[in-house]
């Protein structure tokens, strides 16, 4: 790692975090041990210094500056417990960091029937906890200490009260400093878990307040000095009154930890994929299991918010929602994967959705909150510069009120996938599936904002006519396969086949000799229409989307959308999107790129050779944990919202398809 980068310019690289995650909120640990990052989901941060280096707030564990050090970053085995190491001449410390998860318990059933006797499964306490736990595990090694909240987006003033200013050797009394604000308290939890047996050599964390200037309250700093075998825990929790646990102790969170390095290994054991690159999509599913919400099921597009599509753009959105639109992949994915539990639950919150959010002509807004709600109102936090100056920071989504008519395709795939890999579909699903179609055919000839969710003018784009399509094709498929009674079907056929002669004859260019943007864009490409195989709108193999790859796969200088393996959404220097400014390729085109070639290789092996190269390719521009972001920058840098669920998504089902295509190519 360059450790002189944030030096430099006060940020790291979007590349250098790591997520550690409970189901609840996510944190981003930085490779020099800076968390930078902490919200819940979707509520406002305690640490944002990724946004701003110098109002944001963060909790930093790392030697002291001017001091050289290699650092190494890693996830322990089968686990998302994040590991980063100091390494000097002079001695070796390791920095731990998780969010505990509990063990489940089996309890007798208090039901009783015919003499059998029933268990049912219980969650432990969660424990809602930051834990950060340091070991000099050779020679000796001095590290600093600093935490610096800043509520409410560093909004909100805070006080800071130093408890315990030295923690001394056989202290009983963990909790040393409390900040509080109006709305919340937290305190810090301070243990020395090995150490104090040699009172001459114990180690001392001994804090002091300071004041930064451009910061509304106090933080802490400390120096301390380990030996190797000391260590030292800190936990950040809520401060309240009654604590299960008061006072955290080295035995607590010895156990913490090893029930949630237990949880992640039994979970990620659930995985039924031993394909190649097995380790890459592990990390993968992985990732989205932290971006799932338990109470619910919902699953967040990213755990981030304004990380920029361009550094110094306005291209910056909060991404910390649940997309209709990622229902079908997501859907697919959990249950060829063998997580039937999460997609039984991530389903349950969609179809929730489908009774109770449509609007009173039948709509069904484009995303919720991750509880299910709808009201998302999108701010600028004009006091935040953004990050390396990108400014604005918006939170919420103003595109949640947009109209984009593909959802109707995507969550209608993932019913239909659902019925074929996961639990049939009961009735109430069904009379919900028949209203939502029977709305899908009084706006189908209608433009909308598509899933790029442009902000200009509506158009009709190819993308949302396919995957109405697709909507029109489930639902006659599903109706079909269950023989449940549906009352419009040969109004849904007609819808259907009219659906697919309009995209092949206005969605077509014969001067471009490709499939293009929008019935009004003129011969403008995009890479949306990759999708079209992977939803059986079109064969593979036919040569209109043929011509249509091998246009893509041209570079934009010469009117295509690949560069360095790399695929862009469209060209932003000839196509008007109402944004404003560049971005860079997008993770999840280049690997429906891959998909859309493996596909095709099926009937003609060149093409699985190409999908091969570009897929290693794209794996390349992961970061030191297999993370992607939305997006790859021209050089090579990682940009937009991290880790984005849909990219990783989509590498599970390239990396699916491409080692299956394989394996029957052999």
């Known amino acids: 790692m360059d450790a002189y980068r944030r030096h430099t310019t006060g940020y790291l690289p979007i590349e250098h975090y790591g997520l550690i995650g409970n189901m609840r909120t996510c944190a981003l640990v930085g490779m020099d041990g800076s968390l930078d990052f902490m919200p819940d989901f979707d509520s406002p941060s305690i640490f944002c210094r990724l946004l701003d280096a110098e109002k944001g707030g963060y909790f930093s564990i790392c ?187 080295t035995a607590v969170l010895d156990t913490q930890q090893h029930d949630t390095q237990t949880f992640w290994y039994n979970w990620i054991s659930q995985s039924k994929y031993k394909g190649r690159w097995r380790e890459i999509v592990s990390r993968s599913l992985m990732i989205l299991k932290m971006l799932t919400y338990e109470p619910t099921g919902a699953i967040v597009a990213a755990p981030t918010f304004s990380i920029p599509e361009a550094i110094g753009g306005a291209r910056n959105w909060d991404y910390r929602f649940c997309w209709v639109r990622d229902s079908s992949f997501t859907i697919y994915i959990l249950l060829r994967m063998g997580f039937t539990e999460e997609a039984d639950a991530y389903m349950a919150f969609i179809s929730d959705r489908l009774r109770k959010s449509r609007s009173e002509e039948g709509a069904l807004p484009i995303m919720f909150t991750i509880r299910g709600e709808t009201d998302i109102p999108e701010i600028e936090l004009s006091h935040l510069e953004g990050y390396r100056g990108s400014k604005p920071v918006r939170v919420g989504n103003g595109a949640a009120f947009h109209q984009q008519f593909d959802i109707y395709g995507e969550l209608m795939d993932g019913i239909y996938l659902y019925n074929k890999y996961g639990k049939p579909v009961t009735w109430d699903q069904w009379v919900a599936v028949r209203e939502i179609l029977d709305y899908a055919m009084t706006i189908r000839k209608d433009p909308d904002m598509s899933i790029w969710e442009v902000r200009n003018k509506k158009q009709n784009f190819v993308y949302s006519k396919i995957m109405l399509w697709v909507a029109f094709d489930r639902g006659l498929r599903l109706a079909d396969k269950r023989c449940f009674p549906c009352p419009n079907r040969a109004a849904w056929l007609v819808t259907r086949d009219e659906i697919y002669e ?105 093409y699985l050779a190409r999908a091969t190269t570009i897929f290693e390719n794209m794996l390349s521009f992961s970061n030191h944990l297999c993370m992607f972001s939305e997006e790859i920058s021209s050089s090579g840098e990682q940009l937009g919202n991290t880790p984005q669920a849909f990219s990783h998504l989509a590498l599970i089902s390239a990396a699916f398809n491409l080692d299956r295509a394989s394996e029957y190519n052999r």
């Open 502 to 606: 309009e995209v092949m004859q206005k969605g077509w260019s014969d001067s471009l000799q490709a499939f293009v943007q929008s019935y009004e864009s003129g011969d403008y490409l995009d890479s949306s229409i990759l999708i079209a195989p992977l939803v059986f709108f079109i064969s593979p193999n036919d040569p209109r989307f043929l011509k249509t790859i091998e246009k893509i796969l041209l570079t934009p200088e010469k009117g295509g959308l690949t560069s360095t393996g790399l695929v862009y959404r469209y060209n932003t220097a000839t196509v008007e999107d109402g944004v404003g400014g560049q971005e860079g390729a997008f993770s999840m085109c280049t690997f429906w790129l891959v998909e859309a070639l493996t596909r095709a290789g099926m009937y003609d092996k060149k």
């Open 63 to 249: 030697p002291p500056k001017g001091v050289t050090y290699t650092t190494k970053q890693q996830y322990l085995p089968s686990s998302n417990i994040l590991q980063t190491r100091y390494i000097h001449e002079a001695g070796v410390v390791d920095l731990v960091d998780f969010f505990p998860r509990p063990k489940d318990s089996h309890v007798l059933a208090k039901t009783k029937s015919l003499g059998f006797r029933e268990t049912v499964k219980v969650q432990d306490e969660l424990k809602k906890w930051l834990v950060r736990r340091v070991e000099c595990i050779r020679g000796a090694v001095d590290l600093d200490i600093e935490i610096f909240p800043a509520f409410d987006y560093a909004r909100a003033e805070h006080t800071c009260q130093v408890l315990m200013p030295v923690h001394k050797p056989g202290s009983l009394q963990s909790k040393t400093v409390v900040f509080s604000t109006e709305e919340l308290k937290l305190q810090l939890d301070v243990t020395i878990d090995r150490g104090e047996e040699d009172l001459a050599t114990c180690p001392l964390v001994s804090f002091r307040k300071v004041k930064r200037s451009k910061m509304l309250g106090e933080g802490v700093v400390a120096h301390i000095h380990l030996e190797e075998g000391q260590a030292i825990s800190f936990v950040l929790r809520d401060d309240i009154p009654n604590h299960v646990t008061q006072d955290v102790t």
